[in-house]
């Protein structure tokens, strides 16, 4: 195998949760304590009058906002454009011009991080100069139980994120918070959950078990989300596992929340992860970089488990 | 890598990965294909590498041929031909036992 080049790639991080969730407020705290080096910022509101970017600009080292239209719908083209002229601006310095590879996108509350993804996948010049690093999601625990329940958009963030943060988790008691982990824990089981206290990391404390809140279907006939764990048996190879995932997620991509996992491929094992129908475009990881190869979590609904290893023995059966 | 933007090429469909030389992209095309067969042939579909490059060539029973540029258009196509897409979940694919894992 040939030497990786050096990825020069901007890596993108997006920082999601509902509205009021202190995405601004821990994104300051986080800038403070050089978390994020000279990231450069990019800020995307709803409204059309900006708040947020006079709160971050003097933490940030650059910041760019997108005032007037959601990111991931209406405001699409604005952040296209912007992280064109990032990449644009980029390849005209020198080596020692340019700052952080670091990009951070708060997105406006209203916004779902699987459409950003996929807008950032389609189109043709950021599909290979961005790469998304991480998607944060700022869960409210204080009202997370009612957006939780009412709101599809809420629900679709959670489901979304890599990491997720709880915020005012000092504003209620110990059953609700566990309560709210738990519900969390359930829709987004591989996602691993921290907390903060106006923007300051906070230890979460020994909580009383608790059930995770019954949420009602919000789209009609919605099941609830579960984890799948599939270990790849060594007559699984890649390509029948591709040409099974492929047609799986366009026949099933919006129960299929999340996809994600280590394959191991002739080229070196493969870092494979999907929210919806989006597959990010698959990393080949460092030889001996992760110890649990050929083990794939499929998060979704409206499927049993049992048929997914079914069909997947069905297709590997030559 | 692109001589004139100094990036790697647009990266291909995600299901290109995991083939690093010619050896193994080629194994994998033909591999592809057997497998996409499996699928398809229930449906009345059969797929086939072009040959002069990536993609596949879909016919249906009735002799039409649509070339494809990857899987995800593969699947769009024969989802429009069929009116549904095809459901690697169909009791069809999921009623025989799992073997030991």
């Known amino acids: 195998m040939t030497a990786q080049p050096v990825d020069s790639r901007l890596r993108l991080t997006i920082l999601g949760g509902y509205l009021g969730s202190g995405k601004t407020t821990w994104l300051r705290h986080q800038l403070f304590d050089g978390a994020f080096g000279n990231a450069h910022i990019l800020v995307n509101e709803a409204a059309e009058t900006p708040v947020d970017d006079t709160l971050l600009a003097s933490r940030a080292a650059s910041l760019t906002t997108l005032a007037g239209g959601c990111a991931c719908c209406t405001g699409k083209n604005d952040l296209i454009t912007a992280l064109r002229t990032l990449c644009d601006q980029r390849s005209r310095q020198t080596a020692t011009e340019r700052g952080s590879n670091q990009v951070i996108l708060e997105t406006s509350g209203l916004a779902d991080p699987a459409a950003i993804l996929d807008a950032i996948r389609n189109d043709g010049v950021l599909v290979h100069h961005v790469r998304i690093a991480e998607i944060v999601v700022l869960v409210d625990a204080l009202n997370a139980a009612d957006q939780l329940h009412s709101e599809y958009l809420s629900r679709a963030q959670v489901e979304s994120a890599d990491r997720m943060v709880l915020t005012k988790v000092d504003a209620v008691p110990d059953a609700t918070l566990a309560a709210v982990i738990a519900t969390l824990k359930q829709l987004n089981p591989s996602a691993p959950i921290e907390a903060a206290v106006k923007g300051q990391p906070f230890s979460i404390p020994e909580l009383p078990s608790a059930e995770p809140y019954d949420l009602p279907s919000i789209a009609a006939g919605e099941a609830p989300i579960m984890p799948t764990k599939i270990d790849i048996g060594d007559d699984i190879d890649w390509a029948t596992f591709s040409v099974w995932l492929s047609a799986l997620l366009y026949a099933r991509g919006d129960d299929l929340v999340r996809v994600k996992g280590v394959f191991a491929t002739p080229a070196g094992p493969l870092l494979l992860q999907a929210v919806r129908k989006s597959v990010q475009p698959p990393e080949l990881l460092p030889p001996g970089a992760t110890g649990r190869k050929n083990q794939i979590v499929f998060i979704g609904r409206g499927y049993e488990g049992d048929d997914l290893r079914r069909s997947l023995d069905y297709f590997s059966r030559s | ?101």
Request: glycine letters at 10%.
């Open chain 2, 1 to 101: 890598m692109c001589n004139a933007c100094g990036f790697p090429t647009r990266p291909g469909h995600w299901t290109d990965a995991g083939a690093d030389n010619t050896g193994d992209r080629l194994r994998l095309q033909l591999r592809r294909a057997q497998i996409l067969n499996k699928l398809l042939s229930g449906y009345g579909f059969n797929a086939r590498t072009p040959g002069h490059g990536p993609g596949f060539a879909l016919s249906s029973f009735s002799g039409r041929t649509t070339l494809v540029p990857d899987l995800e258009a593969l699947w769009e196509e024969s989802a429009r031909q069929l009116g549904h897409p095809i459901d690697p979940l169909d009791p069809r694919f999921t009623s025989s036992a799992p073997s030991a894992q």
